[in-house]
């Protein structure tokens, strides 16, 4: 009999292939994979055979599993919110949404709600807000988030493929979308909304922790070939930059950094898809300089531990719902704004 | 040759005096009449137009603060028209990492998909935002349409086009203690990594270039900015020929990009 909390896969895409199924794998002594969902019948029936798993192309069937403990929503974002209900209503243990929490702000505030009515507890997987060093200097940065003046959070990745094959070998590719005519202007405003929900999120928890409020976004480009660079401020005058861009060069940079007045954070994460540890953590003063980490989990084997002592009552939830929440609410309307700062400097060009 | 040396006295500092020994075959001060007079700091417009009179070879300033393009162009034509060259000593621009690749950097910069300039420091916003144009002009080339969206006493925030190429500006005065600086070129393939320190003392800045083939530091050079700076001017003093990496000129087409009353925030 196996002792260890059953996981149900709602989406077996590339993100559960090349990054749960490997990471839980690394973590059998608490979880296992009990059951993978995809309404791909052949992927939901590949996938679950790497894990020895069940399978269905049926959310209802993995929900009325009973080896199924905890659920993870991997599924596309226009299914996060009923998904994530249904599991809630289905008294699974714990629930693992996949960013973004929702597609709307009424969306995350019915799973928040649900939620509390059930009492089973949700986690969204922003691995980022667990990854071990990111946490060590929370504990240790004091007035930093009250105190920034200047936030920077810099991406630059390769194609996903070469960490993906490194980490995975993929049963299956979903199409990628079909390409934009980014002259139109309307195209070019939702496709740098689209990148702001698709690669700053990541950081994006991060960012309001020290930026909780926007009131304007100065500036917003869109880069070649994938990108984004948008610059916003909060009603004190702290400023943040982002700048997020895929090309084909292979060097990563996933930094994370903060001025405040006395002190600087300095996060370096490693690249998603290959488990390759927690970020380095630097936190500087006039007077010292501490380091924290590299720690061997990264976000995500972190988070899934969480996930793990949530459902067997072994700790609180680290973020609160009404945390989530606010999270989505940040970057749906950061998302609004950069499509419309977009837009309006195409019109003044 | 040996040139004479006067320093201005709000540029009269034992970092300068550190920086001028280590080139006694090129300077020396108090060596009769002034080959090479050195101003800068607040009042450096004022001063300079009686420096520029006294006819020396060479003019270094120093620690240029924020003042009207209009004023700095007529500085520079009356420096044109005496022939007496003036050196600026901005901290990154006339770095020996920055002069020894800017034609390279030059050559890629206008295929990158972001040019991004960053700067801490204890100096006031303003002048970081000075010495980001000083360094985008000499490694970059010109850039247009520069959006200031933030500028005030703890940090600046900017954004610019270099042709197509999206720039983005910004700085935060930091009570650290530490200066760096950073300009990053991120293209398809290949990117530039600059990273710059404290423009006083001669630990090196780092270049890293990145392409399919790997990522490659470049010879590092521990020589201050400001020493090379002072090596520009001797240059400038001995052949008016050859111009300095960033000249008055620049600097007024520089601070037209901003408007005035901005930078004197």
Redesign the interface.
């Known amino acids: 009999m196996n002792t260890t909390l059953g996981v149900g896969f709602i989406g077996a895409g590339p993100v559960t292939q090349a990054i749960h199924l490997p990471h839980l794998a690394g973590l059998s002594d608490r979880l296992h994979i009990a059951h993978v969902m995809d309404v791909d019948p052949d992927t939901a029936a590949a996938v679950a055979a790497r894990a020895g798993a069940r399978h269905s192309t049926s959310a209802d069937e993995l929900l009325a599993d009973e080896n199924v403990d905890v659920v993870a929503v991997c599924s596309p974002h226009a299914f996060h919110a009923d998904q994530a209900e249904a599991a809630a209503r289905a008294g699974k243990k714990a629930v693992l949404v996949e960013k973004p929490f929702a597609t709307t702000v009424p969306e995350a505030e019915r799973i928040a709600k649900v939620s509390r009515e059930t009492g089973v507890p949700v986690l969204v997987g922003a691995m980022h807000t667990y990854d071990p060093a990111y946490l060590a200097a929370a504990a240790h940065w004091g007035d930093l988030p009250e105190t920034a ?2 936030i ?1 959070s ?1 991406i ?1 990745l390769p194609p996903n493929s070469r960490y993906v094959t490194l980490a995975t070998q993929l049963h299956s590719l979903p199409a990628g979308p079909p390409r934009r005519d980014l002259s139109d202007p309307a195209a070019r405003a939702a496709a740098i909304s689209g990148s702001v929900l698709g690669l700053a999120i990541h950081n994006l928890p991060l960012v309001r922790r020290f930026l909780p409020y926007i009131e304007a976004v ?2 917003a ?1 869109l ?3 994938f ?1 984004y ?1 948008v ?1 916003l ?1 909060g009603p004190d ?1 702290r ?1 943040a ?1 982002l ?1 997020g ?1 895929m ?5 990563p940079e996933w930094t994370f950094e903060v ?1 405040g ?4 954070l300095h996060l370096d994460f490693t690249p998603s898809y290959v488990r390759a540890g927690s970020a380095r953590a630097t936190l ?3 007077h010292e300089e501490r380091g924290f980490g590299p720690f061997p989990h990264n976000g995500y084997e972190a988070e899934w531990l969480h996930l793990a002592d949530l459902a067997t009552g072994a700790a609180t939830p680290r973020y609160g719902l009404d945390d989530l929440v606010a999270d989505l609410s940040f970057a749906t309307d950061l998302a609004a704004r950069a499509g419309t700062a977009l837009q309006q400097e195409g019109a003044s060009a | 040759m040996t040139l004479s040396v006067h320093l201005d006295p709000a540029v009269d500092a034992p970092h300068v005096h550190g920086t001028l020994a280590s080139l006694p075959q090129l300077f020396r001060l108090g060596l009769g009449p002034a080959d090479v007079i050195a101003l800068g700091g607040p009042d450096w417009p004022r001063q300079l137009e009686p420096a520029l009179d006294a006819r020396p070879r060479a003019v270094l300033l120093t620690d240029v603060r924020p003042t009207s393009p209009d004023v700095v162009h007529r500085l520079a034509a009356r420096a044109d028209s005496l022939a007496v060259p003036v050196v600026i000593d901005t901290p990154w621009a006339v770095d020996p990492a920055t002069t020894a690749e800017a034609a390279r950097i030059k050559a890629t910069a206008h295929n990158s998909a972001t040019i991004e300039v960053f700067t801490a420091t204890g100096t006031a916003p303003a002048s970081s935002l000075l010495a980001q144009l000083a360094l985008l002009r000499t490694t970059i080339g010109e850039i247009t349409g520069v959006r200031l969206s933030r500028l005030d006493t703890h940090a600046h925030a900017a954004t610019a086009r270099a042709g197509s190429v999206p720039v983005l500006l910004s700085g935060v005065r930091s009570a650290l203690g530490t200066t760096e600086t950073r300009l990053v070129l991120r293209g398809a393939g290949e990117q530039w990594r600059l990273r710059y320190g404290d423009p006083r003392i001669a630990r090196p800045a780092t270049v890293l270039y990145i392409d399919e083939h790997g990522e490659r530091l470049l010879p590092t050079v521990y020589e201050s900015a400001h020493r090379a700076a002072w090596r520009h001017t001797h240059i400038a003093a001995m052949s008016g020929a050859t111009p300095p990496p960033y000249t008055l000129h620049d600097l007024a087409a520089d601070l037209a990009l901003v408007p005035t009353e901005a930078l004197r925030a």
């Open positions: 003046r200047h920077r810099a630059q100065d500036t480009a880069l070649t070939p990108g660079a610059t401020h005058g400023t930059e700048i861009h090309g084909t060069a292979w060097r001025w007045e006395t002190a600087q500087r003063t006039a």
